[in-house]
């Protein structure tokens, strides 16, 4: 049972790795792809854009809508719709057909995503839930950080198909997998759509949800701009600050598995101490980020912290609506695509204003607005009655 398990947990993980490869491996192709289809680098970024606001639309309704659908089915049909996308895209010499093949499945995204979750914390106890779902996010950090520099170093050494072509590669690897070692997987008891979303009657959830986006803006609206920030503040080369990213996104990953051992522990504590820690290295980042060595220890520390935050954040709205684990992870991915989304705009307007040093303030003041969520949420909700997954 531990091994098949595991090989599930192992499968899941490549998937979420692929999709969320296909949603943010592009941004280090962005000018390639504006040369490619000879549009502007800001039309170009519409691949990021709609992607990510086609996944916070669908994300709430999506998994709702396929709640009561057998889960390898549905995994399937995601995959599926992954690699024709990826194909298309591969073929499409239209920008509009390319962006259309890119927006597509981003409405399918959430369904596989918040199965994932989900499939991973019924696969073993109740206990270990929050290590398998730390494997998970693991595919995520993965995906977000690494599949970056790895889409760019293919299309610089090959071509732009051949990144597409990397994309698809990894979702009909998958796909295969899946159709061959993941078993049927049928929903034994069908939650109405009704009762999932009375879980929206609850301040619970809301207090959660509200954390959350704060938690990602806070996170994204700084590391957005960590490329920028590199260049102009600590005034580094262009290949020293490929090699800083490289570090913050392996940082990213050992902090997904530094969570699910935290959040096993002591999930409370872990959560509310959070803002505190990074709100920390953002203070130090401030005071040091000038520095060449020193900002390179913060980016390790900063994103140790950060892959920790993913963590907490599916945790905490999972945790605030467990009868209800699929519409539960929707609400965790459309949170977290808003926080992205508020977090990056903010961080725009105070570079704007008063420059890029100063991007750092952005990321505090919504960690305190995280900070009073959090501590409201466990302050109404005492700890005899906190959910848990």
């Known amino acids: 049972m531990a091994k098949r ?7 899941l993980t490549v998937g979420v790795f692929g999709i969320l490869n296909t949603e943010m491996g592009v941004i280090g192709i962005l000018p390639l792809i504006a040369d490619y289809y000879d549009v502007s680098v800001a039309k170009a ?4 854009s709609l992607f990510a606001l086609a996944v916070a639309i669908s994300a709430p309704s999506m998994p709702l809508l ?3 659908i057998n889960r390898k089915k549905a995994m399937l049909l995601v995959l599926g719709v992954f690699v024709l996308g990826n194909i298309v895209s591969i073929f499409a010499s239209n920008f509009t057909i390319a962006l259309i093949a890119r927006v597509i499945p981003a409405i399918f995204h959430p369904i596989y995503c918040s199965m994932a979750f989900t ?5 073993v106890s109740n206990e270990e839930a929050p290590k398998a779902v730390a494997k998970i996010m693991l595919g995520v950090s993965a995906g977000m950080v690494l599949g970056v520099p790895i889409t760019s170093f293919i299309a610089s050494e090959t071509s732009f198909e051949m990144a597409m072509l990397f994309f698809a590669a990894i979702n009909a690897i998958t796909f295969i997998a899946t159709l061959l070692f993941v078993p049927s997987m049928p ?7 009704g009762s999932q979303l009375s879980v929206l009657k609850n301040s619970i959830t809301w207090l959660s949800i509200a954390a959350v986006i704060f938690i990602n803006s806070a996170i994204f609206g700084v590391y957005s701009y960590l490329a920028e920030y590199l260049e102009t503040i600590t005034n580094i080369s262009g290949k020293t600050i490929s090699l800083m990213l490289v570090v913050y996104g392996g940082a990213n990953v050992i902090g997904n598995i530094v969570a699910g051992k935290l959040l096993t522990k002591n999930a409370i ?3 509310a101490a959070f803002p505190f820690a990074l709100g920390a290295v953002y203070i130090v980042l401030f005071s040091f980020g000038q520095f060449t060595v020193p900002m390179a220890i913060i980016t390790l520390v900063w994103g140790i912290l950060a892959g920790i935050g993913g963590n907490i954040a599916q945790y905490w709205i999972t945790s605030a609506a467990p009868k209800a684990p699929d519409f539960a992870n929707g609400l965790f991915l459309s949170s977290a695509n808003i926080g992205t989304t508020i977090g990056t705009a903010v961080g725009g307007l105070f570079i704007s204003a008063i420059g890029t040093q100063y991007i750092v303030v952005g990321g505090l003041l919504s960690l305190i607005l995280s900070a009073v969520c959090i501590l409201l949420r466990n302050n109404i909700f005492s700890p005899r009655k906190q959910l848990s997954i």
């Open 5 to 11: 398990s595991n090989l599930l947990i192992f499968i």
């Open 119 to 123: 499939v991973a914390a019924n696969s």
């Open 66 to 68: 396929f709640s009561g």
């Open 45 to 48: 970024g519409l691949f990021v």
């Open 187 to 193: 929903v034994k008891e069908r939650l109405s759509y």
């Open 269 to 271: 504590k872990t959560v």
